[in-house]
């Protein structure tokens, strides 16, 4: 059952997650370059330098387009793994970003904006905020040669205290080369998990 929180004496200004071993989380706050360089230095930090700059400029492309999503999309904060799990490299990340609802908008009623919300998903509660979850098969992008479909999973919620702004987190992961396989499923279920941890928290 999802219930609302009690508005609190502090609105949280930040947040946290317990993350499982290999994943790391990146802020968006800095320069895309910043970002890379310190994504790129983690994942290989157990390898000679010297002996993968061909696979390091290679993996700090990608890395660069996937910084520069994330921040178009109001990104705050990237997570991905960065080591293997069980001998196998995990192709998976999430982006937790901001959103605003605009001025205009009077008396919002935060539990209906959430069931209208709901018809695509359903009603969640995380750290006692009432959300929305949504899951959905995301096809390739047209414009981008070699893209592949990826399964979304997005949460959506108030942050308490202050019901014009709210925080989305953006799970994707193309699964094991097919989104809807076994290996999809069970990304899913660990990201599922990952939010179970969520807590609000003031600096």
Same mark, same amino acid.
């Given at each position: 059952m999802v219930t609302t929180q009690t508005e609190p004496l502090v609105t949280p200004n930040s947040y946290a997650l317990v993350l499982p071993p290999g994943w790391i989380r990146v802020s968006l706050?800095?320069?895309?370059?910043?970002?890379?360089?310190?994504?790129a230095d983690r994942m290989f930090a157990r390898l000679p330098r010297d002996a993968?700059?061909?696979? &390091?400029?290679?993996?700090?492309?990608?890395?660069?387009?996937?910084? &520069?999503?994330? &921040?178009?999309?109001n990104g705050i904060d990237l997570y991905?793994?960065?080591?293997?799990?069980?001998?196998?490299?995990?192709?998976?990340?999430?982006?937790?970003?901001?959103?605003?609802?605009?001025?205009?908008?009077?008396?919002i009623d935060t539990l209906g904006l959430l069931g209208a919300m709901a018809a695509d998903g359903g009603l969640v509660e995380v750290d006692g905020s009432a959300g929305v979850r949504t899951e959905r098969?995301?096809?390739?992008?047209?414009?981008?040669p070699g893209a592949t479909a990826s399964r979304r999973v997005d949460y959506v919620f108030p942050i308490p205290g202050d019901t014009r702004r709210w925080l989305t987190v953006a799970?994707?992961?193309?699964?094991g080369g097919d989104p809807s396989d076994q290996?999809?499923?069970?990304?899913?279920?660990?990201?599922?998990?990952?939010?179970?941890?969520?807590?609000?928290?003031?600096?």
């Open positions: 706050g800095g320069t895309v370059d910043a970002a890379v360089k310190d994504i993968y700059l061909e696979r &390091r400029r290679e993996m700090e492309d990608l890395l660069r387009e996937m910084v &520069r999503q994330a &921040r178009a999309t991905l793994p960065v080591e293997e799990m069980h001998g196998v490299t995990v192709s998976a990340s999430f982006v937790v970003g901001g959103a605003a609802l605009p001025d205009e908008l009077d008396d098969i995301q096809p390739p992008a047209a414009d981008q799970f994707s992961t193309p699964g290996v999809a499923d069970v990304l899913v279920q660990l990201f599922d998990a990952m939010m179970c941890t969520f807590e609000w928290r003031t600096r």
